[in-house]
């Protein structure tokens, strides 16, 4: 057995998922060269092949068996997604890109993404990838039919089910320091294999993960990265190739229904093997989007060049970066925040966040609405109310403060 888990390594340094018949024809190669030894009555042979019910090989491509139970909306070939998704094969192949062509055309008409950058002080602009109305449409029923029953790592706060910024600042409420640290372009990172990773995990035949892959991933037309990039300032020249060079190929775009919890579940190892660096460290450990987060007692702050120096060469092996720029580390101290939750005795909000909402209340009630909607928001009452609500979940009494005086607005 030794000799044969050799050779199968030797041929196959990462796992031949979507080869079994070659990895089956591997193995019936080298039992044919084996003789019988001293002692043996005949020459090894395969009896069974484990995950197999009826104990002989699988037909290529065919759906792997669910082993925890993923309740997700089974898709046995590219036609049946294509029927669950009332779309004909040719319209399945045109959203899924399948033949890159969202890299190439310069009409706007022909890509199934929209674009427009978003500025970052002293940085390459951030791409925002938005799908097209039916391709958004396809995305949501994945996301709704299969991603949201698969979970991610119980370390994982953001774009999860019962969990949020509050409860990932909540875990390090009261700890003498804190060390946080950024993920690089988060979604940028995530390439189209492991996507399509991620569904072969879940248990769908090879074809339909190509599709899925192609539906949930993108790459930006090379005219509108150059257009972006020429925007960026000129010192940045190293994180404008790297960018560049990640949104060139096929990845998780920023902008699609399904990109925050495929992230999720390409990060999986990642959280797994950072909150086992942490429990081993004696810290807590925990992440919401790109966000990481460690705490502990004070010595995390003699430890930490130490630990980010670890915690940057799993991030890397796991197929992410650093953003070097933004780790900080907080004592207790001084104000020590997490997701701009205020952690150091209990979660709360920042006074000036609170002092400046109180404001713009106080100057809407007095002047009328129009005079503090600077950002022109469709919908500013609804605006207003959701940084209650906000506020409300940190602070229940100066939530209420602040309803009180959005009621004394004067909406008509």
Known sequence: MTALAMRVVA??????????????????????????EVGESEPPRVLRLLGDRGGGSRPEGARRELRRGWAVTEIASVPNLADRLELSDGQLAWLADVRGLERTVSREQLRNYRYHALARPEGVPRVIEAPKARLKEIQRWILREVLDHVPPHESAHGFTRDRSAITHARLHVGQTAILRLDLKDFFASVAAGRVYGIFRTIGYPAAVCHVLTGLTTNAVPLSVWQAIASTAPGHAVEDRFWLGRQLATPHLPQGAPTSPALANLAAFRLDRRLSGLALASGLRYSRY???????????????????????????????????????????????????????????????????????????????????????????????????????????PTHGRKLREKLEEIDWL
Do not use: M
Request: aromatic share 6%.
């Open 11 to 36: 041929v196959y340094p990462t796992a031949p998922i979507d080869r079994r018949g070659e990895l089956f024809g591997l193995i019936d190669a080298f039992l044919a060269e084996r003789r019988v």
């Open 289 to 395: 989007a790109d966000d990481l987060t460690f705490s502990g007692s004070a010595k995390l702050h003699r430890r930490r060049i130490r630990l980010e120096s670890i915690v940057a060469e799993i991030i890397g092996a796991e197929g992410f970066q650093t953003n070097e720029a933004k780790s900080v580390i907080q004592s207790a101290s001084g104000r020590q925040t997490v997701c701009g939750v205020v952690v150091n005795v209990h979660p709360n909000l920042r006074r000036t966040e609170y002092d400046r909402l109180k404001a713009i209340l106080h100057n809407a009630a007095a002047d009328g609405p129009a005079s503090q909607d600077h950002a022109g928001f469709s919908d500013f009452e609804a605006h207003l109310r959701g940084r209650i609500s906000w506020v409300e979940s940190l602070n």
